[in-house]
């Protein structure tokens, strides 16, 4: 069952606009991580994802994240559009954030603008925000988009949205 579409408030833009298949665009928006007091990251040259029921996901450009805190995870996964993703953990000092962020190293010819971006969760770390806004995670554990207050949902991950 398809849920009914949260009313859009003035300045906000619903997520069932989104289209499917999904796709990804330049965000000119400020997009900035921290954590522990550290800025992990902060870029004003995002990609961002956009699918329907979903909350965008913001990729970021790895030259645009702070030097040092990435490592490998194990693990991979793939999309039916972007392709194999890859994992990364982050150590900030003697604190390590397991599988917080995701990347494709060779995405799909429809979205090669994520090449060289990594992709982040944004419930384990202090603060993820767009332009100021802060975010909170998409429901669920495993999507990973970004909840800011410009958005109508209702969002995919809630229970009961399996089949949306």
Same mark, same amino acid.
């Given at each position: 069952?398809?849920? =009914?579409?949260?009313?859009? %408030?003035?300045?906000?833009?619903?997520?069932?606009?989104?289209? =499917?298949?999904?796709?990804?665009?330049?965000?000119?928006a400020r997009i900035m991580i921290e954590h522990r007091g550290q800025i992990v990251a902060n870029t004003l040259r995002s990609a961002r994802t956009l699918e329907t029921s979903h909350p965008p996901s913001y990729y970021?450009?790895? &030259?645009?994240? &702070?030097?040092?805190?990435?490592?490998?995870?194990?693990?991979?996964?793939?999309?039916?559009?972007?392709? %194999?993703?890859?994992?990364?953990?982050?150590?900030?000092?003697?604190?390590?954030?397991?599988?917080?962020?995701?990347?494709?190293? &060779?995405? &799909?010819?429809?979205?090669?603008?994520?090449?060289?971006?990594?992709?982040?969760?944004?419930?384990?770390?202090?603060?993820?925000?767009?332009?100021?806004?802060?975010?909170?995670?998409?429901?669920?554990?495993?999507?990973?988009?970004?909840?800011?207050?410009?958005? %109508?949902?209702?969002?995919?991950?809630?229970?009961?949205?399996?089949?949306?």
């Open positions: 069952m398809m849920p =009914r579409p949260n009313p859009i %408030a003035p300045g906000q833009e619903s997520v069932w606009h989104y289209p =499917r298949p999904a796709v990804a665009e330049p965000c000119p970021i450009p790895a &030259s645009d994240i &702070s030097s040092g805190l990435l490592r490998r995870a194990e693990g991979s996964s793939f999309c039916e559009w972007k392709g %194999a993703a890859v994992y990364w953990d982050m150590v900030i000092g003697d604190i390590i954030l397991p599988r917080i962020g995701w990347s494709y190293p &060779s995405p &799909s010819a429809d979205f090669l603008i994520l090449r060289d971006h990594v992709a982040f969760y944004a419930g384990p770390f202090d603060r993820c925000s767009v332009d100021g806004d802060t975010a909170i995670p998409q429901p669920g554990d495993f999507y990973g988009g970004w909840i800011t207050s410009n958005l %109508a949902g209702p969002f995919k991950g809630i229970p009961g949205s399996r089949g949306w």
